[in-house]
């Protein structure tokens, strides 16, 4: 009976995705420092059978890479989402899965349904949240870095340890289904989990290779304007 329940439960579907990249940035080391980085993507589950989930998602991602001086650069990135159908899906806005990750550190709703979660897309980061948020049929995330090269220029590197560079950083975003969240109301502030609203954070962190890899530590805190 079990094995009964669960057949007629079950799905079959298929995502195909189409996507279009242009990038023209030049690295230093471990990360871009000008130039720009964009992308379209548009995904599509069309409905193969009775069974199957209906729904479209449609993603533009913008990045802008501003080389300063002495090994200082600006970095900003912009990200929006839409989705829509019979069976249209969520975006996830939250944080980033960290070393220590765990269920814990997610948020979502206790009656969340299988299409949802595995079909969903997670929109990060709004680094000083959990993952998961915030939740809606629409999204905006937008990211600013002002990274620079911290105690490079007083300290050597370490035998371990390689140079250490730094970020200050903010991140803000907004999901919603019909109607936009307004930015000056509180209510669109509240930390309900899986609702739609608005989420900001800001904070600092070091980037250095260790025994060959590399790391990076954030220190943020929420910021909620009202």
Known sequence: QEFEQNFIQSFTTIIPRLKYV???????????????????KYRTSPGINKKSLTFHSATVDGRKYFKL?????????????????????KFRLGGVPWLFSSD??????????????YFSEY???IRGFH??????????????????????????????????NGVIFTDFGVTWDSDF??????????????DPGWLMSYGFGPRFFFLGYPWQLDYSWQYNPH
């Open 131 to 164: 993952l998961s948020e915030k939740s809606g049929k629409n999204v905006f995330l937008g990211n600013l870095e002002f990274r620079l090269p911290f105690l490079i220029y007083y300290f050597p590197a370490i035998k371990y340890l390689g140079q250490i």
């Open 123 to 125: 929109i990060m980061p």
């Open 69 to 89: 001086f002495n090994g200082i650069s600006f970095a900003s990135r912009f990200f929006c989402g839409t989705n829509w159908g019979k069976d249209a899906q």
């Open 22 to 40: 242009w990038d023209n940035t030049s690295w230093a080391f471990t990360h871009p420092v000008a130039g720009s980085r964009f992308y379209m």
């Open 181 to 194: 969240p307004a930015f000056s109301d509180k209510s669109n502030w509240e930390n309900n989990r899986d």
């Open 104 to 117: 814990r550190y997610r948020s979502y709703s206790s009656s969340i349904n299988a299409e949802e979660l």
